[in-house]
């Protein structure tokens, strides 16, 4: 019983004044499927989550996702379909309260209520593990980066998405916030596919239930993680530093 | 004058005055191009020049001083400015416009009440004219065009030969890194914003013999810069002389068939249509 | 936040405005009128700038159209004075709906200096088309051509009492437009696009049509100060959309920038008093415009624009 996949990403191509930074990329992910993009610094990662959320144009190449063509779509349009991003940096709003912060991206969630009630309670549970609920009507700068972090990435949550990309998520964060990123990510249950562009590779072999290797702007190799881990060139390349 | 002649004749005063608001915008886009702000005030500079240009030849009957006094003045005003305000606001982005255009005010309200509302004339230093066998061109207009290239190219030369020159380009490129590089830039920030006030103010010198000096003939020396380089784009000093040269070009021929307001209205629209079509400038190269 | 608070102190504010006419001596009566319509037009701009935090140079543009069509119609006697106002008001719509795809895809300074040019370009086209539209030196509405009817009475638009209550009334729909966006919670979305344009969008808000929405709002409630402004001075004239009347609108929106609604109000009314006792000593007074916005961008160098960047004292 083969399903469609959620997101089809193919010979996907993206080149800046002649320095090409993503080439033939070719990508799938299934419904409910979490994997992870990993690769060196420059690989084109952050690039090709860009061109996935709609930031980017590509070069060349299409975007399936739900079975249509998304490659033309702006970025508010394929996030309404679905489709989630967290930036590098941390992007929670600075001059609202984080209520609003949570509020505003839960407004946009209208239209995917059936999950609705059992995902939001279960984001507040995490924000509330986090302490953070009792601060809710304070700007984010009383946060700790971690906890804004927790936040932002609870705002991604919140808009109910089906296809939820975290671009490098645990950067600066401790164990213990970290630990609550994982939480987030189980709250939104196995129906919720997830793309997570990471260095922490530990983070990532406890999550991810593939793994892609980009280098250099081509994939180099995908699979499990335990065959990323074990194979030649990926420690050659990245691992084995 | 038949069409051809005027034709002609606008191709010519078109080139004068595009060559001379040149000069203008190139000091605009310099003062965006190093300290990257948008200066509102830049206007006021130029009508300095043309003012004090009047007063000396009032005072000493020899003008030609004034093309090196009001340039020295105003760049002298422009560094004031820039260590009491545009350092205090840090240079953001919002802050400087609004302080600028009250500075725009000052200048101009200030010297509403020194010299009065009236258009205050200087004869030209050269009255002899050219003859052609269209018509006859004012030798003057031809050696304002004549110094406008003149002190371009010494401003270009200056930028591309000297040290000096190369720490201005070298902030405008990356202020970071430049102060990494032990470049003062607090100083290049003074100098360049006072390079950019005298070369407005020569403008505004060369000018008076022309068309007099007004409190107000501040705001069409913004209009014309920043028409300049809105299509020159931002930062770019050839862009911004390109564009300023075919903009005044644009506005002498349509200024001779039909009015100056005309000749502006069109002007504004031209830059408006090539925004949309080009929004980073025509010639693509923003010196970043 | 305080809904009922800002509320009533914004229905106590208007009973003041109300009553003041009862109270006010003839002269600080019509300029009392004057700073309302002029409010209309500071409520319009800081739609722009405090929501969403867009320094227009070009604002006299959609001013002006509500103006000169407004004036022109009466004095053309094509049109009663109400229908005047509406076509007026509309034709700002209109205006603002033109210009807004090509400003409203600019930001920053390219923004303002797009919106400086056009509005210039308004300006000289009015003093181009000077037979129609009396260029510089302005054209008088006439007086009798502005009365109303209304039922069985004729309202004498001339009459200080007229000319006031309908400067309230045009100021209690531009200052309710921006506490409906307060207490609807839209604001929160604005000053969320203000901040981040582009996190706005991620979270998949169409962030164009928003700024489009609010753009539409200001032109239109402009076009409104310049439609009354026409029939309470009983004049319009080519130095009302001049850059002045660009840059007035943003010193009144930052002076009293610390309210949501009523800052707009505060702003208008204390510079507004200030020329007009500045203007017996000096023809000069506009500097006192130039020192106003110095003064206030250097007071708080960070502070009043960071203010208005970040968010409003709640009123």
């Known amino acids: 019983m083969s399903k469609e996949p959620l997101l089809q990403v193919m010979d996907l191509t993206k080149k800046f004044d002649g320095a090409t930074v993503l080439e033939d990329v070719d990508l799938t992910i299934a419904e409910g499927e979490k994997i992870a993009v990993i690769g060196p610094n420059g690989a084109g990662k952050t690039t090709l989550a860009n061109l996935i959320i709609g930031r980017l144009r590509p070069t060349r190449g299409r975007i399936i996702y739900m079975g249509r063509e998304i490659t033309g779509l702006p970025p508010h349009m394929r996030a309404r379909l679905g489709i989630s991003y967290t930036l590098q940096s941390i992007g929670v709003f600075r001059t609202l309260t984080i209520r609003e912060?949570?509020?505003?991206?839960?407004?946009?969630?209208?239209?995917?209520?059936?999950?609705?009630?059992?995902?939001?309670?279960?984001?507040?549970?995490v924000l509330e593990m986090a302490g953070i609920t009792s601060q809710m009507d304070r700007p984010p700068s009383v946060?700790?980066?971690?906890?804004?972090?927790?936040?932002?990435?609870?705002?991604?949550?919140?808009?109910?998405?089906?296809?939820?990309?975290?671009?490098?998520?645990?950067?600066?964060?401790?164990?213990?916030?970290?630990?609550?990123?994982?939480?987030?990510?189980?709250?939104?249950?196995?129906?919720?596919?997830?793309?997570?562009?990471?260095?922490?590779?530990?983070?990532?072999?406890?999550?991810?239930?593939?793994?892609?290797?980009?280098?250099?702007?081509?994939?180099?190799?995908?699979?499990?993680?335990?065959?990323?881990?074990?194979?030649?060139?990926?420690?050659?390349v990245y691992l084995g530093r | 004058m038949d069409p051809l002649s005027a034709f002609f004749l606008g191709v010519l005063d078109g080139l004068t005055e595009g060559l001379l608001f040149a000069l203008v915008a190139i000091g605009f886009t310099l003062s965006y191009g190093i300290l990257r702000i948008v200066n509102l005030t830049h206007g006021e500079f130029y009508?300095?020049?043309?003012?004090?240009?009047?007063?000396?030849?009032?005072?000493?009957?020899?003008?030609?001083?004034?093309?090196?006094?009001?340039?020295?003045?105003?760049?002298?005003?422009?560094?004031?400015?820039?260590?009491?305000?545009?350092?205090?606001?840090?240079?953001?982005?919002?802050?400087?416009?609004?302080?600028?255009?009250?500075?725009?005010?000052?200048?101009?309200?200030?010297?509403?009440m020194v010299i009065g509302p009236y258009s205050r004339s200087v004869p030209p230093p050269l009255s002899t004219v050219i003859s052609t066998p269209w018509f006859g061109y004012s030798s003057y207009k031809i050696a304002v065009a004549l110094a406008s290239i003149m002190i371009a190219a010494t401003?270009?030369?200056?930028?591309?030969?000297?040290?000096?020159?190369?720490?201005?380009?070298?902030?405008?490129?990356?202020?970071?890194?430049?102060?990494?590089?032990?470049?003062?830039?607090?100083?290049?920030?003074?100098?360049?914003?006072?390079?950019?006030?005298?070369?407005?103010?020569?403008?505004?010198?060369?000018?008076?013999?022309?068309?007099?000096?007004?409190?107000?003939?501040?705001?069409?020396?913004?209009?014309m810069s920043l028409l300049a380089v809105t299509i020159g784009g931002m930062g770019s000093l050839r862009g911004t002389f390109l564009a300023s040269v075919m903009i005044g070009l644009f506005g002498g021929i349509v200024a001779v068939f039909t009015s100056p307001t005309t000749s502006r209205i069109l002007s504004i629209m031209l830059v408006v249509v090539v925004v949309i079509f080009k929004p980073h400038g025509i010639l693509e190269c923003v010196k970043k | 936040m305080n809904t009922r608070h800002t509320i009533v102190s914004y229905l106590i504010i208007l009973l003041i405005l109300y009553l003041l006419q009862f109270v006010l001596p003839p002269y600080p009566h019509s300029l009392m009128t004057r700073i309302m319509v002029f409010a209309i037009y500071a409520s319009a701009y800081n739609l722009l700038l405090g929501f969403l935090g867009m320094i227009s140079l070009g604002h006299s543009m959609y001013f002006g159209a509500g103006l000169y069509v407004t004036g022109l119609l009466i004095i053309n006697k094509l049109v009663d004075p109400f229908s005047a106002i509406i076509i007026g008001v509309f034709s700002a719509t209109l205006l603002?709906?033109?210009?807004?795809?090509?400003?409203?895809?600019?930001?920053?300074?390219?923004?303002?200096?797009?919106?400086?040019?056009?509005?210039?370009?308004?300006?000289?086209?009015?003093?181009?088309?000077?037979?129609?539209?009396?260029?510089?030196?302005?054209?008088?509405?006439?007086?009798?051509?502005?009365?109303?009817?209304?039922g069985k009475f004729l309202i004498d638009l001339t009459s200080p009492v007229a000319r006031y209550n309908a400067a309230l009334l045009g100021l209690v729909i531009a200052m309710s437009t921006s506490l409906t966006i307060y207490l609807k919670k839209y604001s929160t979305l604005l000053l969320a696009i203000k901040e981040?344009?582009?996190?706005?969008?991620?979270?998949?808000?169409?962030?164009?049509?928003?700024?489009?929405?609010?753009?539409?709002?200001?032109?239109?409630?402009?076009?409104?100060?310049?439609?009354?402004?026409?029939?309470?001075?009983?004049?319009?004239?080519?130095?009302?959309?001049?850059?002045?009347?660009?840059?007035?609108?943003?010193?009144?929106?930052?002076?009293?920038?610390?309210?949501?609604?009523?800052?707009?109000?505060?702003?208008?009314?204390?510079?507004?008093?200030?020329?007009?006792?500045?203007?017996?000593?000096?023809?000069?007074?506009?500097?006192?415009?130039?020192?106003?916005?110095?003064?206030?961008?250097?007071?708080?160098?960070?502070?009043?624009?960071?203010?208005?960047?970040?968010?409003?004292?709640?009123?």
């Not at chain 1, 645990?170 to 793309?195: P, V």
């Not at chain 2, 416009?97 to 005010?105: E, K, M, P, R, S």
């Not at chain 3, 603002?96 to 300074?109: D, E, N, S, Y």
């Not at chain 3, 402004?229 to 002076?255: D, E, F, H, K, Q």
Request: with cysteine; aromatic share 8%.
């Open chain 1, 101 to 125: 912060n949570v509020e505003l991206a839960e407004k946009t969630a209208l239209g995917r209520n059936h999950r609705r009630e059992y995902v939001s309670s279960a984001i507040i549970q």
């Open chain 1, 143 to 236: 946060l700790s980066p971690g906890h804004q972090r927790i936040v932002e990435v609870a705002m991604a949550a919140m808009t109910m998405p089906s296809l939820l990309i975290l671009d490098e998520p645990t950067q600066g964060l401790g164990e213990q916030d970290i630990g609550l990123i994982n939480r987030m990510i189980e709250a939104l249950g196995d129906k919720t596919s997830l793309m997570i562009i990471e260095h922490n590779v530990e983070f990532v072999l406890k999550i991810a239930e593939r793994i892609v290797v980009l280098d250099r702007g081509r994939i180099l190799t995908e699979g499990t993680p335990e065959e990323v881990v074990t194979n030649e060139s990926v420690q050659r």
């Open chain 2, 47 to 112: 009508m300095i020049g043309a003012v004090m240009t009047w007063v000396l030849y009032e005072a000493a009957k020899n003008p030609l001083y004034s093309l090196i006094i009001a340039p020295l003045f105003s760049a002298f005003l422009a560094v004031i400015i820039e260590r009491t305000v545009l350092s205090r606001i840090k240079y953001a982005p919002e802050p400087t416009i609004i302080a600028t255009a009250g500075l725009l005010y000052i200048i101009q309200q200030s010297t509403l």
């Open chain 2, 155 to 223: 401003l270009w030369i200056f930028l591309k030969r000297t040290n000096l020159g190369l720490r201005m380009r070298c902030v405008q490129q990356d202020a970071e890194l430049a102060k990494n590089f032990g470049i003062n830039v607090r100083k290049i920030y003074s100098l360049g914003f006072g390079l950019s006030a005298a070369l407005a103010a020569a403008a505004g010198v060369l000018i008076v013999p022309i068309r007099q000096a007004h409190y107000l003939m501040g705001f069409d020396a913004l209009l």
């Open chain 3, 96 to 150: 603002g709906v033109a210009t807004a795809p090509i400003l409203l895809r600019t930001r920053g300074p390219m923004f303002i200096i797009l919106t400086l040019m056009t509005s210039l370009a308004f300006y000289y086209a009015v003093i181009l088309f000077n037979n129609v539209t009396g260029g510089e030196q302005g054209l008088v509405l006439p007086l009798e051509r502005l009365t109303l009817p209304a």
């Open chain 3, 196 to 315: 981040n344009e582009d996190r706005t969008e991620l979270l998949g808000y169409d962030v164009y049509r928003h700024k489009l929405t609010v753009f539409l709002l200001s032109s239109t409630l402009s076009g409104l100060s310049g439609s009354l402004y026409s029939i309470t001075a009983r004049y319009i004239g080519a130095s009302l959309v001049s850059v002045n009347y660009s840059i007035m609108p943003l010193l009144w929106a930052l002076l009293g920038g610390q309210g949501t609604v009523l800052g707009p109000l505060v702003g208008t009314t204390f510079l507004t008093v200030i020329i007009d006792i500045a203007s017996s000593y000096t023809s000069s007074y506009l500097i006192i415009v130039g020192i106003s916005l110095l003064a206030l961008v250097l007071t708080a160098p960070e502070g009043l624009l960071g203010r208005i960047k970040t968010r409003w004292l709640r009123v």
